[in-house]
């Protein structure tokens, strides 16, 4: 079984810094980013989650992130589509450093959180949506949404 230590300032809740209710939806997706990802609190799985879901939405195309915002939670939706969208597609390897960038982390804790945070887009969206976004992304995005990605045979 999977345990972690708290502290006093680790305290589970409900409620977000700033005293706002979590919808359900985004709850759970919390819950289960906290339990993937081995964060100890669902306030660690949310400071994860948001700069993952902002990097992904400056993306993605309009199509792809329509949809995927669509069958997200709003508080997951609002975050994705809450930045304008690359003029270029940054490459996984850049996009993990951007991640990094925006939440101070490294970027091997912004990996952690993109694998943990894409794991679960993959589980909101389905095997058909999923299979739009990561082909509407630069190649290499695959292993993120748990997905191995076959090259396509030109016609």
């Known amino acids: 079984m999977h345990q972690t230590a708290h502290t006093s300032s680790d305290t589970y809740t409900d409620r ?9 939806g ?3 997706m919390l819950e289960r980013i906290r ?9 660690q799985a949310e ?9 992904l939405g400056r993306q993605l195309a309009a199509p792809e992130r329509r949809e995927l915002a669509a069958v997200l939670p ?11 969208v690359a003029k270029t597609p940054l490459g996984p390897l850049d996009f993990v450093r951007e991640i990094a960038e925006h939440s101070g982390g490294t970027p091997a804790t912004a990996r952690w959180a993109a694998d943990a945070v894409c794991a679960q887009l993959a589980g ?9 976004v990561v082909d509407g992304l630069p190649s290499g995005y695959a292993a993120l949404f748990g997905r ?7 016609a």
Not at 74 to 84: D, N, T
Not at 124 to 132: S, W
Not at 148 to 154: G, H, K, L, N, Q
């Open 16 to 24: 977000p810094p700033g005293g706002r209710r979590l919808s359900p």
């Open 26 to 28: 985004f709850a759970g």
């Open 35 to 43: 339990y993937d990802g081995a964060y100890a609190t669902r306030a």
């Open 47 to 55: 400071r994860a989650t948001r700069p993952v879901l902002a990097a």
């Open 74 to 84: 709003p508080e997951a939706a609002e975050v994705l589509v809450g930045e304008p």
């Open 124 to 132: 909101f969206c389905g095997p058909d949506l999923t299979g739009r």
């Open 148 to 154: 191995v990605r076959t090259e396509r045979a030109a």
